[in-house]
Structure formats: C-alpha cells, structure tokens
C-alpha cells in the first residue's frame, strides 16, 4: 500500500538472500523461472519453500498493517494508493459483476480468470509501485487473515477489490464488528469497576459500623463504672 507501507523487518539465515530478492523488480531477473517468482502468475502455482515461506512473511506484514488500518478506521474514508479513482473504475469496467465481498477463488486463479485479469493488472505496471508483488487477500471480507481465508495476489489485483470493498462498503464489518468488541470491553470494565466502588463503600460502611459499636460499648462500659461509683458512695 502506497499510502500505508511497510517496511519489511530484516530476514537471518538462509532468507536473507530470498528477502533481497523479493526486493528487486521483475526486470531484474533474466530467465523465465526467476521472472515468473515476481509476476502474478506465480501466484496461482506453487512457489519453491524457501520463496514461499519468505514472501509469506512479507506479504504477511503488509496484511497486518492493512487489517488494523480497516479496523480503527471506517474504510469508506481509506485512500490505498494515489490513483484510487482510476483502479476502482477500470475495475468495475472489466469486472462489473464480479462479487467482492465474499470471492470465489475460481474467479481469480482459473485458467479463463487469469486470461481476464492479465490485461487488467499490466495496465498499472509502471502506475502502482510494485503492482506485481505478492500480497494476502481475504476471501470473506467480513472476517480476518486466517489460513482458510486466505490466497495470494498479486498488489494490484488486492488493491482493486480492497478499494472495491471499502468504497462500496462491504469493509465495514470488520470495523463495526471491532469496534463493537471494544465498546463491550469498555463497558465490562466500567462495570467491574462499579462493582469495585461498591464493594469498598460497603467495607468502609461495615469498618464505620464497627467503629461506632466498639464506642458504643466503652460508653456503655464508662457509664456501668459511674453507676458502680454511685452505688458503692451511696452505700
């Protein structure tokens, strides 16, 4: 996201070599098999583990900043890249009907999808800065990043149904429904915190009423001694 970016944290060991790779543009890479590692067609096959496990952890940072921004934010006042208009009316140009809010994953990495999204994403190819890269989408968009909930995409196709999703509202729920949490939070701590007043006023009544009993009875005690010192003069 151009808007909110990550800087991806340094990766130790045998991925250091992977995370620099993962770094470098496309037309970096002279044969077929490096190149396609970055373009959006690796993102419908499988990927070598050691590629795969470092662009996870790449992709998977991008995911967590953008899940919190959808979270404290009403998305509908999100802005992911600087050419938002243009993405989501060249998306819903090409893909009028295609549903968002809950995808079908045949209608992103299907032989027929692909043939339809590949002039779509090289459209932006020098207009959105690393449109290619792999990036984790969610296919129900009122629920979070779980492994069930999750494919990978290349960056522009993200930011085409994400923009969808949050101009058209289907984004909100995620929001709502945090919101809704803290809210309850809030209001459980309130009331335990009520509880907790309660709880010291009625031990200060009791110590108060002890108090006043513990005088109460040396009263008692002084006024049997004068009765006693009456008593005793009288006699």
């Known amino acids: 996201m151009e808007a ?52 996870a952890m790449k992709a ?14 009403d998305p509908q006042f999100l802005k992911l890249t600087k050419v938002d208009d243009q993405i989501y009316s060249e998306f819903r140009k090409n893909f009028e009907k295609l549903r968002i809010d809950v995808l079908d994953p045949e209608e992103l990495k299907s032989e027929s999808a692909k043939e339809k999204w590949r002039p779509f994403c090289l459209k932006f190819d020098g207009i959105v800065e690393d449109f290619n890269y792999g990036t ?53 701590h309130g009331r335990e ?9 009625k031990g200060a009544k009791r110590e108060g009423e002890k108090v006043k009993t513990n005088k109460g009875e040396e009263k008692e005690k002084e006024a049997n001694k004068e009765i006693n010192k009456s008593s005793e003069t009288a006699m």
Not at 62 to 70: C, F, G, S, T
Not at 193 to 201: F, L, T, V
Request: net charge negative; charged share 25%; glycine share 6%.
């Open 60 to 73: 998977m940072q991008h995911a967590e900043v953008y899940y919190k921004l959808i979270s404290s934010v």
């Open 193 to 201: 915190k009520a509880d907790s007043g309660r709880a010291e006023e």
């Open 4 to 55: 909110t970016g990550v800087t991806a944290e340094p990766v130790s060991g045998e991925l250091v070599s992977v995370a620099h790779a993962l770094s470098l543009p496309a037309e970096s890479y002279g044969n077929d098999r490096d190149l396609e590692i970055l373009t959006w067609h690796s993102f419908f096959t499988p990927l070598q583990p050691d590629i795969e496990m470092a662009w």
């Open 136 to 188: 984790l989408l969610r296919l129900d968009c009122s629920q979070g990043y779980t492994e069930e909930n999750t494919i990978f995409a290349p960056r522009i196709q993200f930011f085409a149904i994400e923009i969808a999703r949050n101009r058209e509202g289907y984004n909100k729920a995620v929001y709502i429904s945090v919101h809704d949490k803290e809210v309850e939070k809030e209001g459980n």
